[in-house]
Nanobody
Framework: QVQLVESGGGLVQPGGSLRLSCAAS????????ISWFRQAPGKEREGVSC????????YYADSVKGRFTISRDNAKNTVYLQMNSLKPEDTAVYYC??????????????WGQGTQVTVSS
């Protein structure tokens, strides 16, 4: 069964950190570019970051640049999103998506179910 499962969300204080995981089953993540998205209540879905499958090139939204780091461990079939210096405006449901391409094109084959991140004091 093909699945993407996000984990690692939770409640954190402003300035804190979380690491999200996106674990794949039923397919080999190494062949896929992986993106992270987020959606806050009442707002449109926003692309956060992407990592290519070919050379590990990474891309970040301006809103998270310098604070978030995307990485992949193909041996574990998992992609991570390290989130530091979290702000209340980072509160959202975070999703990962996979596209079977070497680069990030925005044409996704699989989506995860999402994990909630809440940044609040």
């Amino acid at each position: 069964q093909v699945q993407l499962v996000e984990s690692g969300g939770g409640l954190v204080q402003p300035g804190g950190s979380l690491r999200l995981s996106c674990a794949a089953s039923g397919f080999t993540l190494a062949y896929y570019a992986i993106s992270w998205f987020r959606q806050a209540p009442g707002k449109e879905r926003e692309g956060v970051s992407c990592i290519s499958s070919s050379d590990g090139s990474t891309y970040y939204a301006d809103s998270v640049k310098g604070r978030f780091t995307i990485s992949r461990d193909n041996a574990k079939n998992t992609v991570y999103l390290q989130m530091n210096s979290l702000k209340p405006e980072d509160t959202a449901v975070y999703y990962c998506a996979a596209e079977r391409r070497s680069s990030c094109r925005g044409e996704y084959d699989y989506w995860g179910q999402g994990t909630q991140v809440t940044v609040s004091s």
